[in-house]
């Protein structure tokens, strides 16, 4: 039973806890009214408060207003205020100089990170808690499944990837201080349609998902049935596995990571990191590599590192020679001078 399996997950990986609230992403398609079904269902017994929050992006304008009204009427069935943000994605995409799809995703994730604070912040208020007491009391759903699962893993290795990217999907992932979980991530596609038949749901369906516009709707519509009908008709199982496995592998490599990031760390703040070179230029490549996305990540560069920057970084950590830089995005540098790996942005911090 879907339910039970859903149980399963969220107690294996320690997803949600009793009386815990859950800012819930509701597009009203068939995963996330799964979601939002089995939340409501296990609110009983953990006594949880679900918020869902909706976005209307605006680039299916008959359709968004069609799916916004249905989310609304379904969440006030439930007995539960549903919160609708409207925006412009694709003036969004052409300001942000990203596609509308990565637009959206920005949006929605904006939209769940702001109404997740404004319920910790109400907690701190009305418990006279600790911020972080309350942000651990706030939890972020998602309705990625185990299809999702299989795709992102393929569309991964197409673009070429290490054993991180595999790992695919995570269950629970700590981003802005909250964690944003992913409960029916074990559960197919197949498994969700027939639960909301059962369930009688309804979900609104997105006709773009049926098309082949954009390269993981092609991989889910077009490759992933070619590979099923001519190599393996268990290819989504595969690709599903694939990621647990490397999920592992990679668990153990970042918790070494962790512990030589500590031996080799000399000083730490929220602009500076210093490292002792010595000790990095020691270690293996694939703890360095880590060690240098982690340092990065820790003063606000988290994403867009290229692999020829880390190489060129672990070229200079590694090679005794006169102080060298090497420039990340958005103004950030990783300097090496006299015995030390410093990681800076330069329109905050100048190093001596």
């Not at 190599?231 to 592992?248: D, S």
Request: aromatic letters at 6%.
């Amino acid at each position: 039973m879907l339910i039970e399996k859903v149980k399963e997950t969220v107690e294996k990986h320690n997803l949600i806890g009793n009386r815990q609230h859950i800012v819930l992403g509701l597009s009203g398609g068939p995963d996330s009214m799964c979601l939002f079904d089995v939340l409501m269902r296990l609110s009983e017994e953990k006594k949880l408060k679900i918020y869902p929050v909706h976005i209307n992006h605006g680039l299916r304008p008959v359709e968004a207003d069609r799916d916004q009204e249905y989310v609304e009427n379904v969440c006030g069935q439930r007995g539960v205020i549903c919160r609708s943000f409207s925006v412009d994605c694709h003036s969004m995409a052409e300001e942000l100089k990203m596609t509308d799809e990565e637009a959206g995703r920005k949006a929605r994730y904006d939209a769940f990170f702001e109404t997740a604070k404004d319920i910790s912040d109400s907690i701190c208020k009305d418990t006279g808690c600790s911020e972080q007491e309350a942000l651990a009391q706030v939890k972020i759903a998602v309705a990625h499944n185990a299809d999702d699962q299989a795709e992102t893993v393929l569309f991964r290795i197409l673009r070429g990837t290490g054993i991180d990217g595999i790992s695919g999907i995570s269950y629970s992932r700590r981003e802005r201080g909250f964690d944003v979980i992913r409960p029916i991530l074990d559960i197919t596609r197949e498994e969700i349609e027939k639960y909301c038949e059962e369930r009688k749901l309804s979900p609104v369906i997105d006709g773009t998902n049926s098309q082949a516009l954009y390269t993981r709707n092609r991989i889910r519509l077009e490759l992933i049935p070619f590979l099923e009908r001519e190599y393996n008709e268990n290819m989504r199982a595969v690709l599903v596995r694939l990621a647990g496995i490397a999920a592992q592998d990679s668990e153990y490599i970042w918790s070494q990571t962790e512990k030589e990031y500590g031996r080799a760390l000399i000083k730490e703040s929220s602009e500076e990191i210093i490292m002792d070179r010595e000790i990095m230029s020691g270690e293996h490549h694939a703890l360095r590599h880590r060690i240098i996305l982690k340092a990065f990540a820790r003063i606000g560069l988290d994403k867009d590192v290229s692999e020829e920057r880390i190489k060129a970084a672990d070229y200079i950590i590694e090679k005794k020679q006169a102080p060298k830089t090497v420039e990340f995005p958005r103004g950030y540098r990783l300097t090496v001078a006299k015995g030390k790996v410093v990681f800076y942005n330069v329109d905050t911090l100048k190093v001596q």
